[in-house]
């Protein structure tokens, strides 16, 4: 122990709720404030810096690694509280199935938190950017113009499909929809699609969707208001469904 710690060690004490308490200062006047020696000081100083630092070790060891995000793609990860939110959304559909897969249709976000929530799930990630061939055999080359471009042994395969269309355009999201049609079983299927507020009516239209009032968030902070839509009704999960007034 140094010379400074043992000083530290003299002047305080940690009670069991973890305030720090001063003893042993002595004081001429019982309404001075009791003041630390400088060495103690510095010693406090560095284990509350070591302390913090351990803390935030253990908050990033939570989160998912991802690849820097590619703005010429439209590429905006979604913070953690909505990647957790939507996860946990999807492992909930997965328990109430014989045989869960899902598919992730230009979200690898919510693809990396699966696998970390549920990663015995089967999940497929269809994306433009082949960075994410690394996930291996969960990776498909996705390109939105081609929406049927996509292996036919995936074709009506998946009961849980979630979409994050990378353009805010009505022919984006067209040609999203079809790609969510090829994947998805007819009538049966779990459908989830993040996307602008701007797409409201279509999503609607496309594929009877309606809004939840849970609003996903991203890690850039976009000026753009998203939200989340789905086929069913989550109940009181993902805020329930937005009424229409």
């Not at 001063?22 to 509350?48: G, H, I, R, Y």
């Not at 990396?112 to 969960?138: C, M, N, T």
Request: charged share 25%.
């Amino acid at each position: 122990m140094t010379s400074a710690e043992g000083s530290l060690g003299k002047e305080l004490e940690h009670p069991p709720n973890g305030a720090v308490v001063v003893n042993d200062v002595k004081e001429d006047d019982e309404d001075d404030v009791p003041m630390l020696s400088s060495q103690a000081l510095e010693a406090l100083k560095e284990f509350l810096t070591e302390q913090n630092r351990e803390l935030e070790a253990a908050d990033d060891a939570e989160e998912v690694a991802l690849v820097a995000e590619d703005w010429r793609l439209s590429q905006f990860w979604y913070d953690r509280h909505t990647a957790e939110t939507v996860a946990a959304e999807v492992s909930t559909l997965c328990q109430a199935l014989p045989s869960p897969r899902v598919s992730c249709i230009a979200c690898p976000t919510l693809y990396a938190y699966l696998k970390k929530i549920v990663p015995e799930v089967p999940a497929q990630l269809l994306e433009y950017d082949k960075r994410f061939e690394q996930y291996g055999s969960d990776f498909t080359f996705y390109d939105y113009n081609h929406p049927e471009d996509i292996p036919s042994s995936l074709k009506h395969s998946f009961p849980i499909v979630v979409a994050d269309p990378p353009y805010l355009s009505k022919e984006c999201l067209e040609k999203v929809a079809e790609t969510i049609r090829y994947l998805s079983i007819p009538g049966e299927s779990y459908l989830l699609l993040l996307t602008g507020e701007v797409q409201k009516d279509l999503a609607a239209k496309l594929l009877g969707l309606h809004p939840c009032g849970f609003r996903p968030q991203h890690s850039s902070k976009l000026g753009n208001e998203f939200r989340l839509f789905t086929s069913y009704d989550p109940g009181a999960r993902l805020n329930g469904w937005e009424k229409e007034f």
